[in-house]
C-alpha cells in the first residue's frame, strides 16, 4: 500500500543523513513537501536539489539553540510555512559508562535529543491545532524501552522522547492531531558499518529477524504514521527492531 501524502507538508530534523534522509525522500516520494532541517547546510541543499525545486526546502537548524527555533521557521518560504507533518528525528550519542560520563556530555543528548524536539514541537503544533490537522512522530530507540550500558544520557533522551510523546497525544488529539513514536532497533547506518565482524555478528544474534535494519525500515513505518490511514493511531509506541525488543 502507498500512503499519499499530496498536499502535505512536512519536516524533518536530522535530515542531513541516515534515517532522516531516507524519512524525507519517502515522504517526497509519497506526494509531501519537505522542509529539510539539519546543522549541515551543504548536505541540506544537495538533498534538496536531488529532491526537486518545490518539493524541498533546506533549514539550516541547530536544535541546541532553541531560542533561534521560532525566528527560523518563520523565514520558511509560504509554500513550506504550513508544516502538517513533523519528524523528530535528530540524535546525537555520546556514549560512555556513567562513573565516566561528564556533564557536558549528559547535556549535549539531552539538548539535541529532547529539548530540541520538544523547542520545534511547541512551536510548529500552533498552526497544527489552527489547522485542525497534524502528525507529530519522533523517533526514539529500542534503547528508551530496555536501556543498554553505556548509554544513560542517550536512553534518558529517547525514553523522555516517549512519555513526552504520549503526553501530548492527550493534549492534542482533540484537535485532529496524532502523535506517534518510532522506535528503531540497530539500522544499517555508516556507524555500524564499522563494527568489527564478530561484533556485528553478536547483535544480529540477538535479532529475531537475523539482520539489522536499513533506514527504509524505520522511513517506512513513519509513512504510515503520517498518513491517513493512521488516523486512529495516536500515542503509540512503535517497535522497528526486528525483533530485538518484544
Do not use: C
Amino acid at each position: 500500500m502507498t500512503f499519499k501524502l499530496d498536499g502535505r507538508t512536512a519536516l524533518v530534523t536530522g535530515a542531513s543523513q541516515g534515517i532522516g534522509e531516507a524519512v524525507a525522500r519517502r515522504l517526497a516520494e509519497q506526494g509531501a513537501r519537505v522542509v529539510l532541517a539539519a546543522r549541515n547546510a551543504d548536505k541540506l541543499r544537495d538533498l534538496a536539489a536531488e529532491l526537486g525545486a518545490g518539493r524541498a526546502h533546506s533549514l539550516p537548524l541547530d536544535l541546541t539553540r532553541p531560542q533561534e527555533i521560532a525566528p527560523r521557521l518563520q523565514e520558511l518560504p509560504a509554500e513550506f510555512a504550513a508544516v502538517d507533518i513533523l519528524v523528530n528525528n535528530a540524535g546525537i550519542t555520546r556514549d560512555t559508562l556513567l562513573l565516566r560520563m561528564s556533564l557536558e556530555q549528559w547535556q549535549e543528548v539531552i539538548d539535541t535529543n529532547l529539548t530540541g524536539a520538544f523547542a520545534v514541537t511547541r512551536e510548529l503544533a500552533k498552526g497544527m491545532l489552527r489547522r485542525r490537522w497534524g502528525r507529530v512522530i519522533s523517533i526514539s530507540s529500542v534503547v528508551g524501552l530496555m536501556g543498554n550500558a553505556g548509554q544513560a544520557n542517550y536512553a534518558a533522551a529517547k525514553a523522555g522522547l516517549i512519555g513526552f510523546s504520549k503526553s501530548l497525544a492527550r493534549e492534542l488529539g482533540s484537535r485532529g492531531i496524532t502523535v506517534n513514536v518510532v522506535a528503531p532497533g540497530y539500522i544499517e547506518t555508516a556507524m555500524t558499518a564499522e563494527l568489527p565482524a564478530a561484533a556485528r555478528a553478536g547483535l544480529v544474534q540477538q535479532i529475531a529477524l537475523g539482520r539489522l535494519g536499513r533506514v527504509d525500515d524505520v522511513a517506512a513505518a513513519v509513512a504510515y504514521l503520517a498518513s491517513e490511514e493512521a488516523a486512529y493511531v495516536t500515542g503509540h509506541v512503535l517497535n522497528v527492531s526486528g525483533g530485538l525488543y518484544i
